[in-house]
């Protein structure tokens, strides 16, 4: 949790140290401190892969709702289905 903190803010371990001297607390090790960014990293990645994943299955679904005649192994160019993004970048799901 302090960790992520310190990220939020983007401030790393020097900063941390820092903080726990003004409160008179011992701080964190700096391997300690590493290890627990590197934690918080990698499931954020994680996370951010899994939204990716639940965004592309719903709309997939949604497409496949409304076109049953699609197969499920159908490539879908979604360009110009949706108002969202209004940039002529292309999307395949």
Known sequence: MVVE???AIE???SALETFSMVLGIPSMD?????K??????QKNKDI???MLELS???VRDAHMRENSNL?????LDIRGMMELGRNEDT???
């Open 5 to 7: 903190a310190f990220l």
């Open 11 to 13: 401030r790393g371990h």
């Open 30 to 34: 700096s391997k300690t401190f590493n």
């Open 36 to 41: 627990c960014m590197k934690n918080v990293c």
């Open 48 to 50: 951010k892969f899994e």
């Open 56 to 58: 592309r299955n719903a």
């Open 71 to 75: 197969q499920k192994s159908a490539v």
């Open 91 to 93: 999307r395949l799901i």
